[in-house]
């Protein structure tokens, strides 16, 4: 007798209805547990909230019309950069920007990689390919072929044909189920992701404050990933962890080059700074000092003071016969 099969066909058509039903709620992650796949605790409320769909609509939209109105705005000023791009802060604040998302892009995949470890069943599993494909496309529930939680919406409630998993008294999966992706840490690291998408459209800004254009695809992008990850961790749909995971790693190779390329820049800059202000300081100091003796081997010292605006030259003093040796002065004057 075979063992569990794959079969492969179309989703269902009431899958495909405007607009979509708003059952299941998307769920939680703990609030209390604190370990690497919560490190703290999200407000149920605060995790709905951001869910709903006029959050990241209404973003997207005001993104994309701002982003049109700055670049007709830099075509009229031929490009030029703005104020606060020639601030000198204005470099360090975008490599600790580049910094912090390459650290926090990093540590998303760290989680994600985690998280899969922790479900993956391996190809050497008894129920083979039908084990891999029901750890990564059921994403509720415990580990184990049968034992996942999934939401029947013909009758609108969560259920498991493992009749020893019981759902919470509210009728949701526990979220002390282990061995899924959706509590092995993706409902938190992708909801944090989902925020992120927020925050990366500073990466816009930093550009058309240099006075370039944002280009459509750029624009297309930032509006384009608010958006899916919007629909994957509101609908919690089992393909959103290959979101999460893929961009993460892209993102920290990225913006970690990025980084790299503008602290060199910064570096040879201040560099280049401090060499100057150096070269300020040797010229606009008092003086070369020269010594001097007279016949009787009494030493006279003699200074000599800075004038700015004679070339570089050096001076001789002319009375030989009561001196011996001269005075070098190698600043502007002396």
């Known amino acids: 007798m075979s063992g569990p099969q794959v079969y492969f066909g179309l989703p269902p058509s009431e899958l495909f209805t405007f607009p979509p039903s708003s059952q299941p709620q998307a769920l939680p992650p703990p609030i209390k547990e604190r370990t690497f796949r919560a ?3 999200i407000s149920p409320w605060l995790f709905n909230l951001a869910m709903r769909p006029w959050v990241p609509a209404l973003f997207a939209l005001t993104y994309i019309l701002t982003v049109f109105a700055l670049n007709a ?17 204005f470099k360090p604040f975008v490599i600790l920007h580049n910094v912090s998302l390459a650290i926090y892009s990093f540590a998303t995949f760290i989680a994600m990689y ?11 599993n008894p129920n083979g390919l039908a084990g891999v494909a029901d750890s990564l496309c059921k994403i509720h529930g415990p580990r184990g072929l049968g034992d996942a939680a999934t939401y029947n919406t013909t009758i609108n409630i ?3 044909k493992n009749a020893l998993i019981h759902m919470t008294p509210n009728g949701t999966p526990d979220h002390t189920d282990v061995g899924r992706l959706w509590n092995e840490g993706l409902a938190f690291w992708g909801w944090i992701f989902y925020l992120s998408k927020f925050y990366e459209v500073l990466d816009t800004f930093i550009i058309v404050a ?4 944002s280009a459509t ?24 962890w290959m979101f999460v995971f893929i ?11 990025y980084s790299l390329v503008l602290w060199e820049r910064l570096a040879n800059i201040l560099k280049v700074h401090v060499l100057h202000s150096r070269s300020r300081q040797r010229q606009g100091s008092q003086v070369d000092q020269a010594w001097s003796h ?19 030259r050096a001076v001789r003093y002319p009375d030989r016969d009561t001196l011996q040796g001269s005075c070098h002065c190698f600043f502007r004057g002396c």
Request: charged share 25%; glycine share 6%; aromatic share 14%.
């Open 247 to 257: 961009n993460s790693f892209i993102h920290a190779l990225m913006v970690s080059s």
């Open 158 to 160: 969560w259920e498991s």
């Open 210 to 213: 240099k006075g370039k254009r």
């Open 294 to 312: 007279d016949p009787s081997d009494r030493p006279v010292r003699f200074r000599c003071k800075l004038r700015r605006d004679p070339p570089l």
């Open 39 to 41: 490190p703290f605790g």
């Open 217 to 240: 695809l750029q624009t297309y992008h930032h509006a384009g990933a608010m958006l899916c990850m919007w629909a994957g961790m509101r609908y919690m749909s089992p393909p959103i």
């Open 114 to 124: 985690r998280a899969l470890r922790h479900t993956w069943p391996g190809f050497d």
């Open 73 to 89: 705005v830099n075509r009229k000023r031929n490009h030029k950069p703005w104020w606060i791009a020639r601030q000198p802060f």
